[in-house]
């Protein structure tokens, strides 16, 4: 069975970083830089959304509300991709799922992340 394990969340102030990692299990490892991978979040009452993905050719694309803030990567040889968040504002307060796509999509439980004083 495919997993992603998100970690890294948490409560950070205002103006304050994180960065969230995202593992894939061993049943993908050797496909994981085939993988395109996503940062989606979600709050109450509201649709997930597009945070950030990377293709497995490393390209890159943000949501507006990050872009400049936020920044994507992956370590194929760790079977991680990260998110480093900076200057995060309470309106970053969500739940991030991790997602990979390679003919068949796959979510992360989910990691909560509070931007409060």
């Known amino acids: 069975q495919v997993q992603f394990v998100e970690s890294g969340g948490g409560l950070v102030q205002p103006g304050g970083s994180l960065r969230l990692s995202c593992q894939a299990s061993?049943?993908?490892?050797?496909?994981?830089?085939?993988?395109?991978m996503g940062w989606y979040r979600q709050v109450p009452g509201k649709q997930r959304e597009l945070v950030a993905r990377?293709?497995?050719?490393?390209?890159?694309n943000y949501a507006d509300s990050v872009n400049g803030r936020f920044t994507i990567s992956r370590d194929n040889a760790k079977n991680t991709v990260y998110l480093q968040m900076n200057s995060l504002k309470p309106e970053d307060t969500a739940v991030y799922y991790c997602?990979?796509?390679?003919?068949?999509?796959?979510w992360g439980q989910g990691t909560q992340v509070t931007v409060s004083s």
């Open positions: 990377i293709t497995s050719g490393s390209t890159t």
């Open positions: 997602n990979g796509y390679f003919q068949t999509e796959y």
């Open positions: 061993k049943t993908i490892f050797s496909l994981f830089s085939l993988y395109t």
